[in-house]
């Protein structure tokens, strides 16, 4: 089967990890994957895999902006040429270009929603959900239905997996290892990979350090990432006289050595699809604190295989990083536990078999 990506542009983050370990794992298997987008770092990654990456002007939020209409005829060609089966898309400006693009070219067209939609006009009017939709998550498949009233037959729960060959279960002399290489050395540590955006809530995590620091003033945060909030949160962090404490790094593709480094990962997100770094934090038996919101709900039984906290509340994310901190044995019981549900319902091999079973069901329609 050939398939086409679509997505905005291919910089780190859930869409463009998303597409790498899908695309990987469907090359692998025999089948032909291009990936269309503005562009990003990421672009040579998806090159090595044995994807095709063709760059295309689209880079832009409005689902009517003329660049959309200007990619159609290179898009079509393209379509034409590599005998593409399936338009794959990954974003709403993508959806909107793919439901245009399977229009001019007869070629069928699906999406994945990878997170949570405003229900505005324009979305709910011109919907343009394909043959039909991936769901990450079952709350975002019930967003799906109930704020969009996309049927249920169109909506197919297929979770994110990741590559547990990538991922593995961390050890004491790993973290020393790592820690050394990073200049960290021996301290409690606190860290989150995340984009440096608003809806991450990562101005909770450093507002809920100077509590922690008053039970243990050792520990350190780090965080790494890019995004429009990074300037906004080093300011935060100046203001609460915490540059001694919390580290940024511009870290691209280093997430497996960057997790193998934490003590505790914590997403105390204020909205969120999944949640794919938690699920590598996971694969990696680091402790989670995370919020309970969104898809994060379905990675984490509270108390059991990690901790959820009231979204916002930077207290109980404090009170929770500090109980991970001082009792590493029961921690490690709950990473254990962790990393076996990831093994169970959220590896790469799972999500690939799944999606090609969609695929097959509606490249022939």
Known sequence: MNILFLTTHVNTGGITSYILTLGDALVKSGHKVLVASSGGDCESRIEALGMRHFKINIRTKSEIHPKL???????????????????HAQTRVTQVLGACLARVSGVKMVTTCHGFFRPRWFRRTFPCWGQAVIAISKPVAQ?????????????????????????????DQRRRDLRQKMGMGEVPL??????????????????????ILKEIPSANLLIAGQGPEEAALKKLTQELSLTARVHFKNIIN?????????????????????????IEAQACGIPVVASKVGGLVDLIEDSKSGYL?????????????????????QSKIMAERARLNVEQHFSADMMVKETLKFYEQYSRR
């Open 69 to 87: 209409w200007l990619s159609l005829g290179a898009l079509k060609d393209l379509i034409g040429k590599e005998e593409i089966d399936l338009i």
């Open 143 to 171: 967003h799906l239905s109930v704020d969009f009233g996309v049927v249920q037959n169109k909506i197919h729960l297929i979770a994110n997996g990741i590559d547990l060959n990538r991922f593995v279960m961390t050890t």
């Open 190 to 211: 606190i860290g989150i990979i995340a984009r440096l955006s608003d809806v991450k809530g990562i101005d909770i995590l450093i507002k809920a350090m100077p509590i």
């Open 254 to 278: 280093q997430t497996p050595e960057l997790l193998g480094a934490f003590d505790v990962f914590v997403m105390p997100s204020l909205m969120e699809g999944l949640g794919l770094s938690v």
């Open 309 to 329: 906290v009231a979204v916002n509340d930077t207290r109980a994310l404090a009170d929770r990083i500090i109980e991970v901190l001082r009792n590493p044995k």
